[in-house]
């Protein structure tokens, strides 16, 4: 076919009227924009290219730079590139439908502060309002869904849980290893209700969960970052275990605890959890921060 | 001084001769390069800026595409754009030292635990006798670099500091907004060395810092993380101010410490920090990990 010879695609983005940005991305280089293209609706988005040790040579020679800084031995510059050796990956879906539009659409977060009080009158509330779902939990820890997809099982009531790959892990290498150990008991809803009766549950959890990764994958203990979510995505008490290097999403400190701390806060202060505030993002659709703003703590 | 003018860093890097990729990431577009610039060790950084929104009609308008592949309402192309819309934030470090070039190496990191003797035995001697030099920092604080980047000072010699942009920030978008907050304060290496009577300082931070940002870029508090890493890449303490949802590098929960946090924690505990058993990576090269495994601790 007329593949990169199509000479109206040349100039096709000429044309595109941006209404709204999506979402962009300034560590990956990307956006994504909704527009029109002629009377269509569209959807375009940008990716920068990676850098490649091929090119490096010719970036070098064929480029110019303009000094931006200079302190001591480090300098920063602007470097002007020749185009075909920077090229922006380009996709454009159109005619784009409603539900495109959604799928790229980015939720701004902000930082919420949530005091031990801000707990009981603002955020258990709104949890126990919700009722949100933990059946598929319940279907896991009874073995009626992914039992085959257990990599590890305490059976103990009180101490004991159920370790298995997260979804987002694939399983194929263990860069990007995911797994999530959910408890048995059935009360225990998030960090906040963590008390220091809890700690032969938490050490457990530590123990075991690093042995089976050390038995399951080769990976020793000090490749694991080992922790949980405040807010989790779901109230029933889960511990995360993914690879020390792999940047996962949700490792962040304005949401992850690591487990490690927990134990140690909860040894220090019984009540911790309790009595802490916590700080955590919440989307701007996110019912939670509706709440906290009703309350005036936003 | 000539920044901007010196016709001399136009083509510095036509000279560069590349030994060897340190490491580089598709996801983020980086590459880091350790080469010779004459008969200097020097580190080159290249990265790609983000795509701002201001600059898509002209990207739109003034670039050129070439069709790549086209299905049903998906096609993708390579975009040519202007040089000047789509620089190349290029750092450049020289003469490098074997550090420098060690810093910037792709390694394997293992998560080490650090009790408050641990510190004292281990890691404060290590810190010592390695006698990291932070002369750029001082030169920042006495104006005698960077003096024009500086976005507030406080100039107290107790509680005072700069605030400024990262490196790292291009400063072009507020989406990735990266400020370092560095203390007057010159003894001052780490969270370990941090007690309750610092507690005015890490205040004064926190509060004047969220107001020069909102000023500044117009960006409330709610959407800034601010955090102390522990291990620090330098001795001389100093907060980090990012936007939230931007996933800074090193942000991470098993090296970020919420300034919120450690201000609670102080608060509670006035020894906190010394006494306290705190986990960071440490990269497979780095000598403090040695320290560590020589000690039995790893």
Known sequence: ?????????????????????????????TIFVHGKLGDQEAVVI???????????AELFTGSRLKLEMRNDIYSTYRLLAPPQLNEIKTTVVCPATEKHIKKYQRQESSLVEETGEDYKSITLPYIQKQSFSVQWVH???EKKAE??????EDPDPEVGFLLLPDFKWDQKQ?????????????DIRSLRD?????????????????EAVLQRYSLAASKLRVYLHYQ???????????????EAPGCGVERAHLLADVIQNLQSDPQYYKT???????????????KFKEAGRL
Chains 1, 2 share one sequence.
């Open 1 to 29: 076919g007329g593949v990169g010879k199509d000479p109206e695609s040349e100039h096709i983005l000429s044309e595109f009227k941006t209404s709204t940005v999506l979402s962009d991305s300034a560590r990956e280089k």
């Open 46 to 56: 940008l990716e920068k290219t990676p850098i490649r040790e091929d090119d490096l």
């Open 139 to 141: 279907n896991i820890l």
């Open 147 to 152: 039992a085959e997809r257990i990599v590890y």
């Open 174 to 186: 263990v860069d990007d290893l995911y797994l999530i150990a959910i408890v048995h008991q059935r």
């Open 194 to 210: 963590l008390t220091s009766e809890h700690l032969p549950l938490l050490q457990n959890i530590f123990q075991k969960g690093k």
């Open 232 to 246: 989790p995505s779901y109230y029933h008490l889960h511990v995360h275990f993914t690879k020390l290097g792999y």
């Open 276 to 290: 802490r505030t916590l700080y955590f993002p919440l989307r701007a659709d996110d019912g939670l921060l509706g």
